[in-house]
Structures are given as C-alpha cells and as structure tokens.
C-alpha cells in the first residue's frame, strides 16, 4: 500500500503557484520523497526527490517539514501543460516505487 | 540520448493467449522495472530487473515473467491472458539500485484482453 496520503484533484489559475500537499507520518529516516507526474496516457515522469533539505530544480520546489511527516510540492507558475495526476511517492532504497492513486491537478485559463 | 522506449504500443490479445511486451532502457542505465496501471488507477509494481536478475517482485502471480538482457533491454511475459490484465504496461529504467536514484518511464504499451 501507498505510504502517503494526498488530495484527490486541486484546480489552480494559470499563472499562479499551485502548491500540492502530500502527508507521510510513517516514512522512516532513509526513505525519501519523490514526486512524479503523469500527463494522460503518457509514462509517469520525474520531478523531483528529497531527503529532508528543501530542493528546487528547473521544474518545482519540494518543501519537507521539519519531522519529514509531510511536504509540499510547489510548481511556482502554472501552465496548463502542467495538468496532470501528480503522485507523491516515499521510497526505500530498493528502487520500488509504490504509487497511490495521486491528485489530479486541473490548470486553468 | 535516447530515452526509454517500449513496443508495441497497443496491442490487443484473447482471453487465455500469451504476450510479450519489450522494453528498451535508457542508455546506461542497468535496472528495469515493470508496472501495471489499470484505468483509474496509480501504477502497480510488477517487478524489477537489476543487471540480468530478479530483484523484487510485487504481489503479481507466475504468469507475469520477465527478462533481462545483457544489454539491459527487457520482457514482460503475460501466459494464460485474463480480462483484468487489460492495463497500460509501464516500463521504466534507472541507473542503480541506489534509493536516490530516479527511474526514467517509457510511453507505455497499452494491452487489451477481449
């Protein structure tokens, strides 16, 4: 079973940062957060991973709380290209990801 | 670079017929996994493929197996096709088996079983 909890769909303005939460209570210290996303029909593809320092790269910045029991995944300005199912994942280091059934992001004009 | 691919892309099968699906990895990357994802759903591990072998299995039975070869592309086997096994199959590849390590997912091949 999935690890984490997230809403199932959230809306957000193009233009505007859409901020998608992710809960994790259970991960254990060497477990990271990773967030993959799926646009429909394609292949799921990588955000973005972390430990428990904050991370930003070309695509997002991920948030981890301080007790690393939730984050938040933060795409700073919405296109609608970035609607999608986005998936919040904890992952051991055996390489399995464990998906759950995600938050549909809608983007709109 | 080129990146993961997957054959064929759609594929339509009988009830109690077999298929093989075909995976190949992104370039240097040695680990493969393999994933089921119903309509609806998230995707469903499968199992993986670390440098010619099993390495962890999900809660899928025999007739779902799988290869590795030495230039690290892959097969999925389905024997004995049933109704639910109608699914987009989703490979995807990594470098490692390292947990840092992102996995890297082809387009899919989507099977329907009649």
């Known amino acids: 079973d999935a690890k984490t909890t997230q809403p199932t769909s959230m809306d957000c303005a193009e233009g505007r940062a859409a901020n998608l939460p992710c809960n994790h209570s259970?991960?254990?210290?060497?477990?990271?957060v990773y967030w993959y996303r799926q646009i429909h029909s394609q292949g799921p593809q990588y955000i973005i991973h972390g430990l428990k320092n904050n991370e930003t790269n070309e695509m997002a910045s991920l948030i981890i709380t301080e007790d690393r029991k939730s984050s938040t995944l933060i795409l700073p300005h919405a296109t609608l290209r970035d609607t999608a199912v986005y998936y919040c994942?904890?992952?051991?280091?055996?390489?399995?990801?464990?998906f759950g059934t995600g938050t549909r992001l809608q983007v709109f004009p | 670079e080129t990146g993961v691919t997957q054959s064929p892309t759609h594929l339509i099968k009988t009830r109690g017929q077999q298929v093989t699906l075909r995976c190949s990895s992104q370039?240097?990357?040695?680990?493969v996994s393999w994933y089921q994802q119903a309509l609806g759903q998230g995707p469903q591990f499968i199992f993986q493929?670390?440098?010619?072998?099993?390495?962890g299995r999900g809660n899928f039975p025999p007739r779902f197996s799988g290869l590795q070869f030495p230039n690290y592309s892959s097969e999925l086997n389905v024997n004995a096709l049933e109704l639910d096994d109608s699914a987009l199959y989703l490979c995807?590849?990594?470098?490692?088996?390292?947990?840092?390590?992102?996995?890297?997912f082809g387009p899919g091949t989507r099977l329907t079983v009649t």
């Open positions: 995807a590849s990594s470098p490692g088996l390292a947990g840092s390590y992102e996995q890297y």
């Open positions: 370039s240097g990357h040695n680990t």
């Open positions: 493929y670390y440098r010619e072998e099993e390495n």
């Open positions: 259970t991960i254990s210290g060497n477990e990271y």
């Open positions: 994942i904890v992952r051991h280091y055996t390489d399995k990801l464990i």
